[in-house]
């Protein structure tokens, strides 16, 4: 139980152009889910947080309109990077927490991430 | 300001017993959970903790005192799959999760 899967796991885009990466809690409902980027030999960042049905809220630095997040139901957030540039390069992650009051209410179950190299 | 404080690599020896300590300062508490990271791959749950004690899960234990701001993660048996990042994250009074930095454990034959 409790998986998260990430589409796509890889991605190559041009500079300026745009990029949706799915999140989508497979087996449970995710009234929650998280949005990370990590670079390399570094700690996960959280980039926003994700609640189904209302606005995102962001992390203080990462921008709003160029990283787009809608959660539009339990069981699917999409990230979209916006006129990605090189820097935006990175491994995208999500996770999703479950209801409150089920058996994994509080624990964050990770996707796979998504390989973003922009060129 | 809030903190979580792990040592950022440690090796061991396959089959040996090894013990991940991490310690936190944060806004209130709400649980702490440790998550395993391959290179390359998303982390994966292990444990979590919101009461003093030992939680034992196999070969992999977490210990928690909230008195002293302290947990550890216990890896007995170890194997060379074991090589991986050890993430500690603590669940603040706002339920937002504050990660550490994560501690690289190397596994030698």
């Known amino acids: 139980g409790a998986v998260v899967s990430q589409h796509p796991s890889w991605v190559i885009c041009k500079s300026g152009t745009s990029v949706k990466i799915e999140c989508r809690s497979l087996?449970?409902?995710?009234?929650?889910m998280f949005w990370y980027r990590q670079f390399p030999k570094q700690s996960l960042m959280l980039m926003a947080t994700?609640?189904?049905?209302?606005?995102?809220?962001?992390e203080q630095g990462v921008e709003k309109d160029k990283f787009l997040i809608n959660h539009a139901s339990l069981t699917l957030s999409t990230l979209t990077v916006t006129s990605a540039h090189p820097e935006d390069s990175s491994f995208y992650i999500c996770?999703?927490?479950?209801?409150?009051?089920?058996?994994?209410?509080?624990?964050?179950?990770f996707g796979p991430g998504t390989r973003l190299l922009v060129l | 300001g809030q903190n979580i404080d792990q040592p950022t690599e440690m090796t061991a020896t396959e089959g040996a017993i090894v013990q991940i300590n991490c310690t936190y300062q944060?806004?209130?508490?709400?649980?702490l959970f440790w998550y395993q990271q391959h290179a390359g791959e998303a982390p994966t749950f292990l444990s979590y903790?919101?009461l003093d004690g030992l939680e034992e899960k196999g070969r992999f234990s977490s210990f928690l005192s909230r008195s002293k701001g302290y947990s550890y993660l216990l890896l007995k048996e170890l194997q060379m799959k074991d090589s991986a990042s050890y993430l500690c994250?603590?669940?603040?009074?706002?339920?937002?999760?504050?990660w550490g930095a994560g501690t690289k454990l190397i596994i030698k034959p």
């Open positions: 996770s999703a927490k479950g209801l409150a009051g089920g058996p994994i209410e509080e624990t964050q179950y």
């Open positions: 087996d449970f409902q995710a009234t929650t």
């Open positions: 994700s609640n189904e049905g209302s606005k995102a809220t962001y």
């Open positions: 944060t806004s209130g508490f709400n649980g």
């Open positions: 903790n919101v």
């Open positions: 994250a603590v669940m603040d009074s706002n339920y937002q999760l504050i």
